[in-house]
């Protein structure tokens, strides 16, 4: 089967780095993408990775072992705004996203 | 600005009476998804539209029905609501399907059943 593992609950403080893990079986692999979704709220992107290494962007940045089945996801500077769940999903070999259940990401001053 | 609607952002029904969510999209995009996401787990695929083709995922149950009767429209119709359908439904687009295609996703229809 496919399965999608992250942690579910975290806790960070203000201003610190938090790194959110991501280990995946799948049948097949097209890329892993990170997604921000705020409580009640619609996800949104953050990144896309298909080729092993780290990708940044501003306080994010996320990274790729393919060789591993592996990914992370990496805040700095965490802000009260970055609470949230973040969603790891991988596009499998017929091109289908398998969603993570997230990790839910805790932010306290 | 391009988007994605939903309609409406809470809906309330009873068990077994029929229900209507509604989707629309501007950013023309060919695929149109359907998600339900119950508290604290990962979004599930419903079904998905390439154009007017329909795609039903194998575990969907025939409960859930959808429409898409134009590029900007979709639908999603539970037929006989059960208090196990209470969830958030997300509705989303892509450009393309297959390949990398980042999802835009609606701010969500949660549905509750009385």
């Known amino acids: 089967g496919q399965n999608i593992d992250q942690p579910t609950e975290m806790t960070a403080t203000e201003g610190a780095i938090v790194q959110i893990n991501c280990t995946y079986q799948?049948?097949?692999?097209?890329?892993l993408f990170w997604y921000q979704q705020h409580a009640g709220e619609a996800p949104t992107f953050l990144s896309y990775n298909v080729l092993d290494g780290l990708e940044e962007k501003g306080r994010f940045s996320s990274f790729l072992s393919r060789s591993k089945g592996y990914s992370y996801l990496l805040l700095k500077e965490l802000q009260m705004k970055d609470s949230a769940s973040y969603l790891c999903?991988?596009?499998?070999?017929?091109?289908?996203?398998?969603w993570g259940a997230g990790t839910k990401l805790i932010i306290k001053p | 600005d391009a988007m994605v609607i939903q309609n409406p952002r809470y809906q309330v029904t009873q068990f077994g009476k029929p229900v209507t969510l509604s989707c629309s999209q501007t950013?023309?995009?060919?695929?149109m998804y359907w998600y339900q996401q119950k508290s604290s787990q990962a979004p599930k695929l419903l079904f998905h539209?390439?154009?007017?083709?329909?795609?039903n995922e194998a575990d969907t149950p025939d409960n859930f029905q959808s429409r898409r009767p134009n590029t900007s429209f979709c639908f999603l119709d539970i037929r006989s609501p059960g208090l196990g359908d209470a969830a958030m439904y997300l509705c989303?687009?892509?450009?393309?399907?297959?390949?990398?295609?980042?999802?835009?996703f609606g701010p969500g229809t949660r549905l509750t059943v009385t």
């Open positions: 799948t049948s097949g692999f097209n890329g």
């Open positions: 989303a687009t892509s450009r393309g399907e297959g390949g990398y295609y980042e999802q835009y």
């Open positions: 999903a991988v596009l499998d070999s017929n091109y289908q996203l398998i």
């Open positions: 539209y390439y154009d007017k083709d329909f795609n």
């Open positions: 950013l023309n995009h060919n695929v």
